[in-house]
């Protein structure tokens, strides 16, 4: 594969809603404030990684870190390209620690239900700590949604799930526990963390890997957004 032109940098709002709604298995752009970084490919967007406080306020407390100490690296949604996800991740990793100097821990979760082992993580030397709880997930208007999004989802609208239930556009999904992988950022917290690290679980069939060919894809899209923030 040839190598192209990589360019990353902040993204705006409008391109991490594009690339998540075309280029990620979820459809959806995450809620609340995220941190979102671009990359580009010969002039051409081709997609985000985006970091934010996920669905659990509680993040980082199992680590005995605060709010402004750990982030969820919550979206990897990239279109076809050339450029290792690994190496896009980096420099992501590198303008987040750079941006926010409290942060000490980025965690990330790898979906079984969507084939996903982690194996980008594996390649790039994060920590793995095991599995979550399972948690339901949701299917909502056609989309999954977590129990954050639909609980944000009927306050906006104050229509009750049951409602929602009933009108067949609300339907619970039991889900598989997904992997839980950590990157520290300091040699303090990477100290602590290692003692945690369980053996990497092995390949299954993955929707995620270094290069996209099994990720979702946006083809040639000429509507992608080219604006940086």
């Known amino acids: 594969m040839a190598k192209a032109d990589l360019r990353i940098d902040w993204a705006t709002h409008a391109a991490a ?3 998540c709604e075309n280029w990620h298995y979820s459809g959806c752009l995450p809620i609340g404030k995220l941190v ?3 990359a580009w490919e010969n002039g051409k967007f081709i997609g985000v990684v985006l970091f934010g406080r996920g669905t659990s306020p509680q993040l980082g407390s199992k680590y005995s870190l605060g ?3 750990c ?3 919550v979206r990897v949604a990239l279109r076809d390209h050339a450029s290792p996800v690994s190496r896009i991740m980096a420099i992501a990793l590198r303008m987040l620690k750079k941006s926010n100097p409290n942060l ?3 965690i990330s979760f790898a979906s079984q239900d969507e084939g996903h082992h982690g194996g980008i993580y594996q390649a ?4 793995y700590n095991g599995t979550t709880s399972p948690q ?3 299917m909502f208007k056609g989309k999954r949604a977590t129990d954050r999004q639909v609980s944000q989802f009927v306050k906006e609208t104050r229509i009750g799930r049951k409602q929602w239930e009933l009108r067949g556009v609300l339907k619970r999904l039991p889900t598989r526990p997904k992997h839980r992988y950590l990157m520290p950022l300091d040699p303090d917290m990477r100290a602590r963390i290692l003692p945690l690290a369980k053996p990497y679980p092995k390949r299954a069939k993955q929707a995620m890997a270094d290069f996209p060919s099994a990720q979702r894809q946006g083809g040639t ?3 992608a957004p080219k604006v940086l923030a």
Request: no cysteine.
């Open 67 to 69: 709010q402004d100490q």
């Open 36 to 38: 979102k970084v671009g």
């Open 124 to 127: 790039t030397n994060w920590v």
């Open 71 to 73: 982030v969820e690296l």
């Open 104 to 106: 000490r821990l980025v």
């Open 221 to 223: 899209d000429p509507h």
């Open 136 to 138: 339901d997930e949701f």
């Open 17 to 19: 809603k594009y690339a």
